[in-house]
């Protein structure tokens, strides 16, 4: 996936994104991180085809994104958004089915065992006949995430993946998409608020400002103070904690 001097704006005179040109890492986890307002979400629904760039171009498997039908995007991207909508009645194996729509007719009836292999990659086999809503919110990520897979997707976008889960889910569900990734050798692309967790699971991080790359590269590249003080709009220090790493603290 690859994009060239893409553009994009509601209005003409604030563009959201301006002149972005960048190659997504094939088989690998790309972090995009940067300050509230940098763009990271509109850029997410540019490469999921949500959003058609004002100008320049998208391109997935050297194909432009804006030729692929909906079916054929379908079965190349996957996206676990922060909006679900499903009937709180649904079961757990019902969304996971959604998944697998653009493989079937319309009316087609998808077996529970279709479904089955996508449950069990999420650790969630035991749960495919409960209701979505009487799961904790770190179920429901997992939910989301193998009506993803279900799509058997080259590309797998999580917007904020770990927004409104606690500590233990948010390591549990990060360890689970390292798991996947390395499982089934596909690119995932995170948008992440929390920089150490992008520093933590990535294989290489895109640093967003005002609609524009300004970095990119491997995390140790990036763990620079200057270089995220200024991109954020305060100050950070980066340091080492014996045994564990690295990390960015706000000062």
């Known amino acids: 996936m690859e994009l060239k001097q893409v553009n994009f704006s509601y209005n003409a005179n604030h563009p959201l994104i301006n002149h972005f040109s960048a190659k997504v890492p094939q088989g690998k986890i790309l972090s995009i991180i940067g300050p509230n307002g940098a763009g990271k979400t509109t850029l997410l629904q540019l490469l999921t085809g949500q959003l058609i760039p004002d100008s320049g171009q998208i391109l997935v498997d050297n194909q432009p994104l804006a030729d692929l039908d909906a079916k054929e995007r379908a079965t190349k991207i996957a996206i676990v958004s922060q909006q679900h909508h499903v009937l709180d009645e649904m079961t757990v194996s019902d969304v996971v089915k959604m998944g697998r729509r653009p493989f079937h007719s319309l009316l087609a009836t998808i077996s529970d065992e279709e479904v089955a292999p996508f449950l069990e990659q999420v650790q969630l086999t035991k749960m ?7 799961l904790s919110g770190g179920q429901q990520q997992r939910v989301w995430i193998a009506m993803a897979l279900a799509q058997e997707p080259e590309y797998l976008f999580l ?17 689970l998409i390292q798991k996947l990734q390395a499982d089934k050798k596909m690119t995932v692309i ?5 920089i150490n967790q992008a520093m933590k699971i990535s294989d ?8 524009q790359l300004i970095a990119s590269g491997r995390p140790e590249q990036l763990l620079n103070e200057s270089l995220l003080s200024a991109a954020f709009g305060m100050t950070v220090h980066v340091v080492t904690v014996p045994g564990y790493g690295q990390y960015v603290v706000q000062v």
């Open 204 to 211: 290489e991080i895109w640093l967003l400002k005002n609609g």
């Open 190 to 194: 995170l948008i992440l608020h929390d």
């Open 128 to 134: 495919a006949t409960r209701n979505i809503a009487s």
């Open 159 to 175: 917007d904020e993946p770990t927004t409104y889960l606690d500590v233990r889910y948010q390591t549990e569900l990060m360890a």
